[in-house]
C-alpha cells in the first residue's frame, strides 16, 4: 500500500530564510513523487514532480525538491522564503503499479513571518 | 486556459436533504477524481473515473453518496439524504493519463449540512 508522512503539522520560518517541508513515502514499487500548495478557499495548485532522473527537482515560485531513494523522501526546499509562500503545503506519491490514485499527506502549514 | 471548474462555491443546506456537485474538468483530460477535504481526516479520495467509467469507487463513504460522468466535459457527485457530517470542502480534479502527469483541481465546494 502506499502512503505518505509529513511529520510537521506547521512549519515557521522568517522571511529571507532557506524553508524546508518534510515528506516520507512508502510504495512497494518505483514512486513518482509531487508537491502541491493550496491558499485559502483555493483548490491545491502543482508545484513539481519527480518521476526519475536528477535527484534535485525545480518546480514553480522558485521551489525545488530533493529525491532521497534510501531516505524514501522527498523534501521540498526553498533558498529563500517570501511572506506570500505562506500556505499549506501538500506531498503525494503514486506507485507506478498501482494506476492513477494518488495518496496525499496530511499537510504542513508554512508561516513565513516578516 | 480554463481550469477545473467546480459549481457552486458553496452550498448551505439542511439535513436530509439532496445535494448535487458539479464539475467540468480541462478539456482533454481523460481522468477525473473526486476528493472530500476535512480538518480532521484531511483530503480523501472519493471516486475516479477514466474516460467516464468508474475505475475506484473505494473511497465512497455509503451509498448515500453517488457520483456519475455521463459525458467527457461534466461530473456530478450526489449525496441523498445528506448530514452534518457530510460538511466538507469537495474538490474535483482532472489529468491527463498519458505519461506521469499531475492533478489539476477546482476550487472546491464549500459543503455546510445544519
Known amino acids: 500500500a502506499q502512503s505518505v508522512a509529513q511529520p510537521e503539522d506547521q512549519v515557521n520560518v522568517a522571511e529571507g530564510n532557506p524553508l524546508t517541508v518534510k515528506c516520507t513515502y512508502s510504495?512497494?514499487?518505483?514512486?513518482?513523487l509531487f508537491w502541491y500548495v493550496q491558499y485559502p478557499n483555493r483548490g491545491l495548485q502543482f508545484l513539481l514532480k519527480?518521476?526519475?532522473?536528477?535527484?534535485l527537482v525545480k518546480g514553480s515560485y522558485g521551489f525545488e525538491a530533493e529525491f532521497n531513494k534510501s531516505q524514501t523522501s522527498f523534501h521540498l526546499k526553498k533558498p529563500s522564503a517570501l511572506v506570500s509562500d505562506s500556505a499549506l503545503y501538500f506531498c503525494?506519491?503514486?506507485?507506478?503499479?498501482?494506476?492513477?490514485?494518488?495518496?496525499f499527506g496530511p499537510g504542513t502549514r508554512l508561516s513565513v513571518l516578516p | 486556459d480554463a481550469g477545473v471548474i467546480q459549481s457552486p462555491r458553496h452550498e448551505v443546506t439542511e439535513m436530509g436533504q439532496e445535494v448535487t456537485l458539479r464539475c467540468k474538468p480541462i478539456s482533454g483530460h481523460d481522468y477525473l477524481f473526486w476528493y472530500r477535504q476535512t480538518m480532521m481526516r484531511g483530503l480523501e479520495l472519493l471516486i475516479y473515473f477514466n474516460n467516464n467509467v468508474p475505475i475506484d469507487d473505494s473511497g465512497m463513504p455509503e451509498d448515500r453518496f453517488s457520483a456519475k460522468m455521463p459525458n467527457a466535459s461534466f461530473s456530478t457527485l450526489k449525496i441523498q439524504p445528506s448530514e452534518p457530517r457530510d460538511s466538507a470542502v469537495y474538490f474535483c480534479?482532472?489529468?491527463?493519463?498519458?505519461?506521469?502527469?499531475?492533478?489539476?483541481f477546482g476550487d472546491g465546494t464549500r459543503l455546510s449540512i445544519l
Open positions: 510504495v512497494s514499487g518505483n514512486p513518482y
Open positions: 503525494a506519491v503514486r506507485d507506478m503499479n498501482y494506476g492513477q490514485n494518488f495518496v
Open positions: 519527480y518521476i526519475t532522473g536528477d535527484n
Open positions: 480534479a482532472s489529468s491527463l493519463g498519458t505519461g506521469v502527469q499531475p492533478q489539476h
